[in-house]
């Protein structure tokens, strides 16, 4: 059986951890927040004390990590994981970060023969949970062939989008689009309640029609509409506003990088930005942008 070490168990990774153990995977996991790790436990895996504990003697790495310093900090430098992986080990990593330091990272592995990839999902909370998130990988054909078996452990679909940092363009690309259509959304629906339709019978009707797309028909940002997304429930829990933030900023340094036109990623960057001028906010799923286009209560 193969040992795989898992860090980072916020609400993506905590249940992808949980996946690969269900596959049969013995995982050792580690995260800086107790009660994310006691809940890993509780799922089946093994406790790492630390992040260099967790990977002794790992045949594959898996991070999930909120920031490309974060990244960095556990691979690089002098107390860095790749200085004590065996070159046998296969690092994975699901972040979502600037192409810049996955290639880093990557280059950084290879110096060590260990192979290494990034792999960012999609799909969301509820996709890491019912393991059928879709992965976009960059690096080495090889490499990620090796990851196969334990992506398709977490996920339904796997992309093998190019080299070294292929697989976060498509991540960043792919966010950008769900901003905008979120957004999209969210003022339609909310153009409708403003002028007396029921939020459920206008998302039906738009579904059928022209202006469907995901943020309507599985991810609804109107309260009520849809059970068991988080607009159902105060907007808790999911893709925080705040992680919206950071990857509408990494789409938005690609673009200056390629010289390329991205006006509708500027607005909604802009957009999420005065949505989440609260903390309060930024603490929120990023469907709460609807919230932006409510009324104040008594105004109509």
Known sequence: MEKVTFIGLGNMGGPMAANLVKAGFRVTAFDLSESALAHAVENGCERGENAQQAAQGADVVISMLPSGDGVKGLYLGARGLLQALDPRTLVIDSS????NDARQLIAAAAS??????DAPVSGGTAAAAAGTLSFMCGGDAEAVA??????????????????????????ICNNMLLAIHMIGTAEALQMGVDNGLDPSVLSEIIRASSGGNWSLEKYNPYPGVMDGVPASSGYAGGFSVALMLKDLGLAMDTAAGSASSTPLGALAKNLYQLHGSSEENRRLDFSSIQNLFRRPAGKG
Do not use: C, N, Y
């Not at 060590?112 to 990839?117: E, K, S, T, V």
């Not at 334990?150 to 989008?161: D, I, K, S, V």
């Open 146 to 171: 090796a990851a196969r078996p334990l992506l398709e452990a977490m996920g339904a679909r796997l992309f093998h989008a190019g080299a070294a940092g292929a697989g976060q363009i498509a991540k």
């Open 96 to 99: 979502t970060i600037s192409v």
């Open 112 to 117: 060590r023969d260990i192979r290494a990839i």
